[in-house]
């Protein structure tokens, strides 16, 4: 075992120095109920990267090594100082057990879906004791193969969260498990604090402007990033808790931080970014479709997915509502609004 180690954090430490703002890394990673899996990646060049030349790994339950059924192969781009959502593929609406459905507000959010079957690639299947890695590189077919410098082609390490070789505890005292998770007192792996990387999402701090290549001493999860619990409970328009049927809390996806980054390597500041609001709801929708717009709009745009235009909206005020009839426009669309410095921000719709 010992011996393991060294080699997998040996070839960790050799990569070298990341620089600023120079490649991609995970700028948000999701562990929400069920098989609510996502993990947001963030471009903070000025150029678009095919994510076809990347791969994301799962270490296992403190486990110091990884293989290629432990991976699996990206596909897609990201444009310039913008996010990819990629996301476990559990769509099937009559899913159960393990196979359950990732819920409608997440689906809706996903730029890319990976890892369907279990048995040919785990990776997107982690809990909040897993370590994620980001990595460049082209997986072999071999399932059993390790993933090293040697047997991946262009491979080096791009972003890592958590700590490869700890299995962190589920509370303080007891014996690590599988469904513990990192916390936030020191040492961070043995309970004490609040668990964060369990149920809930971890947003990466703006100031943060690389990935971590480093297989950290202790991993302090509150250090690069911020956490919000998995589920929030609905409200309504007084700020009163909703209840269903049953008598219990209406909860709702806590997803609304997927999609967009706030960063130091955005050539628009943060503080700039924090002005323009851009909600959609409900979605998915089945008639109306309501869109608040907060900021220097310019114009927006309705599109389906082979990117007919659906309907165009300009002359928008500073702030305002858009009410969109969506009735029988079944399927997924994609709503583009168009701001004051030329940039482009995008949501899906979905009509059911």
Not at 168 to 182: F, I, L, Q, V
Not at 219 to 234: C, G, K, N, S
Not at 319 to 339: D, F, P, S
């Amino acid at each position: 075992m010992k011996k393991i180690l060294f080699s997998v954090f040996a070839l960790i430490s050799s990569v070298g120095m990341s620089q600023d703002c120079a490649k991609i890394f995970i700028s948000e990673y999701v562990e929400g109920w069920g098989n609510n899996k996502a993990v947001e990646i963030y471009n903070p060049t000025a150029s678009s990267i095919n994510l076809g030349e990347y791969f994301v790994a799962r270490y296992s339950n403190g486990s110091t090594t990884a293989t290629v059924a432990n991976s699996v192969q990206l596909s897609g781009t990201i444009q310039p100082f913008s996010v990819f959502v990629a996301v476990l593929d559990k769509r099937d609406e009559n899913g159960t057990g393990q196979e359950a459905p990732i819920w409608d507000s997440l689906e809706v959010r996903g730029d890319g879906f990976f890892s369907p079957v279990y048995n040919t690639s785990n990776a997107f299947y982690w809990n909040g004791n897993d370590a994620v890695m980001l990595a460049k590189g082209t997986l072999p077919f071999d399932p059993a193969v390790l993933i090293n410098a040697t047997n991946v082609s262009n491979f080096s390490i791009i972003d890592v969260f958590g700590k490869f070789g700890e299995n962190p505890a589920n509370e303080t005292g007891s014996s690590a498990g599988n469904d513990g998770a990192w916390s936030t007192q020191f040492p961070y792996s043995t309970g004490l604090g609040v668990l964060v990387t369990k149920d809930h999402s971890m947003i990466r701090k703006a100031n943060i402007k690389k990935g971590v290549i480093t297989n950290p001493s202790f991993f302090d999860p509150l250090l690069e990033w911020d956490t919000i619990p998995a589920v929030v409970v609905r409200l309504d328009a007084n700020g009163d808790t909703l209840f269903g049927t049953s008598g219990n809390p209406i909860l709702d996806g806590n997803w609304f931080s997927l999609g967009e980054h706030d960063c130091a390597c955005n050539p628009v500041s943060v503080d700039e970014m924090e002005n323009f609001q851009f909600s959609v709801y409900p979605n998915p929708s089945t008639d109306w479709v309501t869109v608040n717009l907060q900021g220097k709009v310019v114009s927006a745009s309705l599109v389906d997915a082979f990117g007919k235009s659906i309907g165009q909206y300009r002359n928008l005020s500073s702030k305002m509502q858009l009410q969109l009839n969506v009735e029988n426009l079944t399927g997924i669309y994609l709503l583009h609004v168009q701001t004051m410095d030329g940039k482009f921000h995008t949501k899906k719709v979905i009509i059911r």
